[in-house]
Every structure is written in structure tokens, then in C-alpha cells.
């Protein structure tokens, strides 16, 4: 029988992306948080049975920057904390040793 061997996925993202701290890792590890930002949007926005449309007449925007902000691009704090509160909703940004920030 042939031997199994099992990897961490930090192995694996090792591996294949580099370690931390290199430009490839960083770059898919920012593009990874920025996806779940835009997909945490999304959940809120549905959860209300609000359309994008309707999302962007609070914010201020045009239905396509929805889609981008959901798609986790063209995010920024002010845009993030803005889509959040037209939801009636708070969010708070976390620092390591530095507290949280209610946005």
C-alpha cells in the first residue's frame, strides 16, 4: 500500500504561493481578504432583500460600483463602512494590539 502524506494548508500556499512576505504571497492574501469583504456585503445586502440598485441609491453610487464592491474590488474603508451603514448595519476594523475602530 502506498504511503499517504497529508500538508498543511499553509505548506501548500508555501509551496505553491511563496512564503509570507513575498510580493506573490501578499498579493493573493490581500486579493483573498478583499474577496471576503465584497462577498460580506454581498450576504448583508441579500439578507435585507435589497438589490444592487437599491444598495447603490444609499450609497450614493451607480448598480455597476455594487457589483465591483461585491466582486471585492474598488474597496476602501469609507466605501466598506458607507455599504454597510445604508444597511442599518455596523462594522468595526480589528488592529492587533491597537483595538477595534467602529467604521
Do not use: W
Amino acid at each position: 500500500m502506498e504511503k499517504v502524506t497529508f500538508h498543511t494548508l499553509d505548506e501548500i500556499k508555501d509551496k505553491h504561493l511563496g512564503k509570507v512576505g513575498t510580493p506573490h504571497r501578499d498579493k493573493y492574501e490581500a486579493e483573498l481578504q478583499s474577496f471576503l469583504v465584497g462577498e460580506a456585503i454581498k450576504k448583508a445586502r441579500k439578507s435585507q432583500n435589497m438589490t444592487q440598485e437599491e444598495l447603490a441609491a444609499r450609497i450614493g453610487v451607480q448598480r455597476a460600483q455594487v457589483s465591483k464592491i461585491e466582486n471585492g474590488r474598488n474597496l476602501t474603508l469609507s466605501t466598506v463602512a458607507r455599504c454597510f451603514r445604508a444597511m442599518g448595519l455596523e462594522a468595526s476594523l480589528s488592529v492587533r494590539g491597537m483595538g477595534s475602530i467602529l467604521l
